[in-house]
């Protein structure tokens, strides 16, 4: 992270900080009712993600992370709430489905509703297990599962579970691979299982690829030497496994030996971001779509395309669009079988284009583009029950909303409004999501398909925020570089008093081609800047997301030209609009993108 101060609105030093330090620059806030919220309660909050919905719509399970501090990790466990239980005072009832002792994420639904699926490190490797939906955790069904179960599971995993009181003790284990399972996705017949995989290519089974890293575990040569790239994808170094594609015939357990659909054409899902809407099953189980980028060149490419491949893995996968030489990602079958949906993008060797809907026939291969002249970029979808409507989530004007796409005709229209919806699942009739703000972070709410008022379901860190007091934001524009119109935001200290001066923290986003909007974000919380006396500055300063294509495209070969002026100009109009900020006590802070533009 880079951070600058300044004094008089000029530059004097560029200081490199290992985090946020320059806090203690901050003026002492006023006393108040509440202490201000700190980092520390920023790392203790609970963490909502990956909804799911049930198949009947009526119950969601998700992810809650919460942070175990004297261990110093994080764990995640799978809730589950009914959605046509009266909400109280604090929300919803939720029940745990799994224990904290050790890690399960990736909820997903049996298509009769009866099983949630989920990825879980309990029996120390990462492997698929299974949870019933139905039985509350110690009870009789709960019991008498985990006694048929228990052959199945390890003897880690099994110990783990013998209290009858514990969440989830019914839990089976599904696959029992020697690697760890990165991802997967059960058939909608429920008769086959799909399983991202880490392996070397050239390794006839995974048993050879286990062999190779336990072989390297206790080699005494520790260098490596690289000949080609990547290297690196974020921040884990390449040690030559490609994630692959497997799938597995399932009862009650995966059985038969792992076979490749993806035959070696690139990583399932991409590095390093992918997942688990990089490949899909069809509607009756038998082909499976998947987005690859092919590995020769790969580190210049940004040439994804979609696969189609016999679920059994059997013949070769075949290429959907490589017409076209640009990313095409995300396939979705439509309910019926008759469509793919996918995400593209039109232009190779550009990484920031927009991502817009095609509608592929698979039948007769035609291809409609559905949303080429809706000026956003869609992030992610999901199609309706029915298969006349596509919901999915975009920048827009410093949001992130949720739309309702009609699959005839392309027209969109927004479902929510400010604020940030972080995830979603669809169910019957509504929609659950994960929505956060710059006041809030993520919570799960429902809404109708054509919009309306919200149903909060938790309130995951209600007790947490109660005993802290939170800045107030606000929302500006001003006229930046070419005169064009550029939105930020400014968040005031949660002691506030209109009399009184305040230094400010000036935070620019990374990308550059991204937005620090209206989410609470998890890395640069401007709530943690605001909490120590900062009034906190934020500009979605041109090449960024949300305002058009044009104004995305508009700093290709000019990153240290336009967002440079919209910063100053920026910058200079929240001093005016907001006269508490102290133009005499400012600091500037960013990472990636940002660190480049401070320096």
Not at 174 to 192: A, E, I, M, Q, Y
Not at 234 to 252: E, H, K, Y
Not at 425 to 447: E, M, Q, R
Not at 475 to 480: C, D, P, R
Request: glycine residues 10%; hydrophobic residues 40%; contains cysteine.
């Amino acid at each position: 992270m880079a951070i600058a101060t300044f004094t008089n609105r000029y530059m004097l030093a560029v200081v490199m900080l290992a985090g946020h330090a320059v806090a203690t620059a901050a003026a002492r806030p006023a006393p108040a009712a509440l202490p201000p919220f700190t980092v520390q309660d920023l790392v203790r909050l609970e963490r909502i993600s990956e909804v799911a919905a049930s198949p009947d719509g009526r119950h969601v399970a998700y992810t809650v992370r919460t942070t175990d501090m004297d261990a110093n990790k994080g764990r995640t466990a799978i809730w589950l709430l009914d959605s046509s239980a009266r909400a109280g005072k604090h929300g919803v009832p939720a029940v745990r489905l799994t224990d904290t002792a050790s890690n399960s994420n990736s909820a997903e639904w049996s298509a009769d509703g009866r099983f949630i699926y989920f990825l879980s490190d309990r029996s120390g490797s990462t492997q698929v297990w299974r949870v019933g939906a139905g039985a509350e955790p110690g009870s009789a069904a709960t019991r008498s599962g985990a006694a048929r179960s228990g052959a199945a599971r390890s003897a880690a995993a099994r110990s783990a579970a013998e209290s009858i009181d514990a969440p989830g003790a019914d839990a089976l284990e599904v696959t029992n691979l020697p690697l760890d399972v990165g991802g997967f996705r059960v058939s909608p017949k429920g008769d086959r299982i799909l399983v991202s995989v880490e392996v070397y290519l050239d390794c006839a089974d995974l048993a050879c690829t286990k062999q190779r890293l336990d072989a390297a575990a206790h080699a005494k040569a520790t260098g490596v030497l690289y000949d080609h790239l990547f290297v690196r994808h974020w921040d884990t170094w390449a040690d030559g496994r490609r994630s692959q594609l497997f799938s597995m015939s399932l009862d009650d357990v995966a059985r038969g030996a792992p076979v490749n659909i993806t035959h070696g054409i690139g990583d399932v899902p991409g590095k390093p971001f992918g997942g688990r809407e990089d490949y899909a099953f069809s509607p009756d189980g038998a082909e499976v779509a998947f987005s690859v980028r092919a590995t020769a060149g790969e580190a210049w490419s940004t040439n994804f395309d979609i696969y189609e491949a016999a679920a059994d893995g059997t013949g070769a996968p075949r290429n959907l669009t490589a017409d076209n030489p640009a990313w095409d990602g995300q396939p979705a079958f439509s309910p019926d079988g008759i469509q793919l949906a996918y995400l593209a993008m039109d232009r190779p060797g550009f990484e920031a284009d927009r991502f817009h809907l095609v509608l592929l026939d698979l039948k007769s291969g035609v291809k409609r583009p559905l949303t080429q002249n809706w000026d956003r970029s869609i992030s992610g979808f999901e199609w309706a029950h029915d298969g006349k409507t596509i919901f999915a989530t975009t920048d827009h004007l410093g949001q992130h909303p949720l739309w309702a796409i009609d699959a005839a005709s392309g027209r969109a229209s927004a479902i929510t409004a400010a604020g940030e919806v972080e995830g979603f699942s669809v169910g019957a009739n509504k929609i659950f999501y994960a929505y956060s703000n710059l006041a809030s972070p993520a919570d799960l709410y429902t809404v109708g398909f054509a919009g309306g008022t919200p149903v909060r379901l938790t309130h995951v860190n209600e007790a947490a925020l109660a005993a802290r007091k939170l800045g107030d934001y606000d929302q500006f524009s001003f006229a930046g570089s070419n005169d064009e119109n550029v939105f930020g935001y400014v968040v005031k200290p949660p002691d506030f008093k209109r009399d009184q001066k305040y230094p400010v923290a000036l935070v620019v986003h990374g990308g550059p081609q991204g937005s620090l909007a209206n989410v609470w974000h998890w890395r640069w919380n401007a709530q943690t800047l605001a909490g120590a006396g900062f009034g906190v500055v934020m500009i979605d300063f041109h090449g960024s997301t949300g305002y058009g294509q044009a104004f995305t495209d508009s700093i290709s070969g000019d990153w240290g030209g336009k967002p440079f002026e919209d910063l100053k100009l920026g910058l200079e109009a929240a001093l005016k609009q907001y006269p508490w900020l102290d133009a005499d006590r400012m600091c500037a802070l960013g990472g990636s993108y940002g660190g480049y533009m401070i320096n």
